[in-house]
């Protein structure tokens, strides 16, 4: 706009010159004019468009902060959008850890209980469940529950066997998970189950 407002003046000044010694010649001096006219009405407008007036450097910041504003939100797009990729990631990863140490430990554990019973894994409700099959451990089991008052040593080996059970799957795995022991017989009813080493069903007695 400096060179505009320069080119303007210059062409201003020449034109009212020329208008000047027009009219003393007495001809051409209305083309003139108006082109003096015109060059003044550039020259004032480029001028006014300078950036060195106040309200000029005011509109440049605002733009400059609009321009600033709107990559930086970009920016944080990007960064957002980022973040939740790699949270993903970690949350896949950490599901399938997860799952090859539930299958490590309920591969031990059938292991384990081969001659007692089968187990399975509800992965929903982070149960391990102890199914009695053998003819020799469902026969004690069933014996120590119909005569709890005369078993009570026993409940208590079973009770403490099953929550050290419960401890190891804790500190391989983490909090949450429950150990049971069905009564035998049943496909659902629970006979002993702990969490966390804790006892939270007891139906020996």
Do not use: C
């Not at 400059?64 to 896949?92: L, M, P, R, W, Y």
């Amino acid at each position: 706009m400096l060179f505009v407002a320069i080119i303007g003046l210059l062409v201003f000044l020449l034109a009212f010159f020329s208008v000047l010694s027009a009219r003393q010649d007495g001809g051409g001096w209305k083309f003139l004019a108006a082109v003096a006219t015109l060059s003044a009405l550039v020259t004032v407008f480029a001028i006014i468009k300078l950036p060195y007036w106040p309200y000029n450097q005011t509109h440049t910041a605002k733009t400059a902060t609009a321009t600033s504003s709107s990559s930086s939100k970009s920016k944080t797009a990007k960064i957002g959008s980022s973040q939740v990729v790699f949270n993903e990631a970690d949350q896949t990863k950490a599901a399938a850890t997860t799952k090859l140490k539930e299958d490590s430990i309920l591969k031990q554990l059938k292991t384990n209980y081969e001659s007692l019973g089968t187990v399975s894994l509800d992965r929903q409700t982070k149960t391990f469940t102890i199914t009695p099959t053998s003819k020799k451990y469902v026969k004690s089991l069933k014996t120590v529950k119909q005569y709890p008052s005369k078993n009570e040593k026993a409940i208590a080996t079973i009770t403490e066997n099953y929550s050290s059970l419960s401890k190891s799957v804790q500190k391989h795995l983490t909090k949450g998970y429950t150990v049971r022991l069905l009564e035998p017989g049943t496909t659902d009813t629970t006979l002993l189950s702990v969490k966390d080493g804790e006892v939270v069903t007891n139906n020996f007695k």
